[in-house]
Structures are given as C-alpha cells and as structure tokens.
C-alpha cells in the first residue's frame, strides 16, 4: 500500500530502527516509546489487522515477538513486558497495517488500560461462548 507508513518502512522509504528482520516479519523501535525498549513487531505484507493474518503469517510474527521480547527481558530486566495489539480505531489502532506492542514495563510508568469488568453469569458465558463456536472455522 502505497501510503501506509509501516509498508513504507518495510520498503526503506522511510526510516526506521530496526531490532529483527527476517522474510515475514520486522521488529523496529516505536517512535513514541512509552519506555526504552518498546518495540514494534509487524509483518511484511500488507495486512491490515488480525483478521487478515494466514496461519503463516500468524505464526511467524509471534514466534518474533517472543524472541524479541526474551531480548528486551536480558537487555532492561523490565519488571513486567506487556504485548499490546489493536485492530480497529474503537480498539485504539492507529496505524492499519498488523503490528503487535512489546512494551517494558514499571511500577508506575503512567500506562493504563481501563478493564471494567462484569463478571457475568456463568449462563452468560456459556451463552458467548456457544456464539462463538457456531462460527469458528
Ligand atoms: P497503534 O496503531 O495504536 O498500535 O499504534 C501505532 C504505533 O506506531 C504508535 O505507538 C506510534 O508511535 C508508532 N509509529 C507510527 N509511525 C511510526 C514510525 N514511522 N516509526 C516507528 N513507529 C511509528
Ligand atoms: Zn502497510
């Protein structure tokens, strides 16, 4: 995609600090890193969000993610590393082209994701998760 910034650095039309390379996936520096070491992990094609990623596809770019992010354990010691993915601009998604988040992280190092959760009824659960066998190929 011809103005997609992160097929562009896949290209090196633009640049980028690069962790990783191999013949799926890039791993780079985000430029707004919410703490040194945070690293972007994409793949090379085109893709836009998970739902488009081959079981290829969805394999290679984890399989670097924990690579890279056993190398972020050994070269900052985090006390934690969160993997952030989002698809979608109701999901927080900026950029749509697939790239997951590694992120070190601290005791409060100011990153925050609200989680309101409901604990439904286990017949709620059931019932979400028949849905989603109905349709799982
Ligand atoms: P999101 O789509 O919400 O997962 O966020 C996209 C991420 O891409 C943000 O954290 C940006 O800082 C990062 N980003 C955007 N443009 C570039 C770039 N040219 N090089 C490195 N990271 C980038
Ligand atoms: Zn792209």
Redo the contacts with the bound molecule.
């Keep these: 995609m011809s103005d997609c ?2 097929c562009k ?1 896949v290209n090196g039309q ?1 640049p ?2 690069k962790v990783h390379e191999d013949g799926l996936t890039l791993a ?6 919410v703490n040194p070491g ?1 690293v ?1 992990v994409a793949v090379k094609p085109h893709v836009e969000n998970i739902f488009g990623l081959d079981d290829a596809l969805a394999a290679a770019v984890f399989q670097t993610a924990a690579r890279v992010a056993r190398a972020v354990q050994k070269a900052y010691s985090p006390e934690g590393v969160t993997l ?3 698809n979608g601009a109701a999901a ?5 082209h697939f ?1 997951l ?1 590694l992120v070190p992280r601290y005791d409060k190092d100011g990153m925050r994701l609200t989680w309101p959760a409901k604990n439904p009824p286990r017949e709620q659960l059931e019932a979400n998760a028949a849905k989603l066998r109905a349709v799982l190929e």
């Design positions: 910034v992160f650095i633009i980028s600090t780079f520096m985000d430029i707004g890193e945070h972007l952030y993915q989002a927080g998604q900026t950029v749509n790239h988040h």
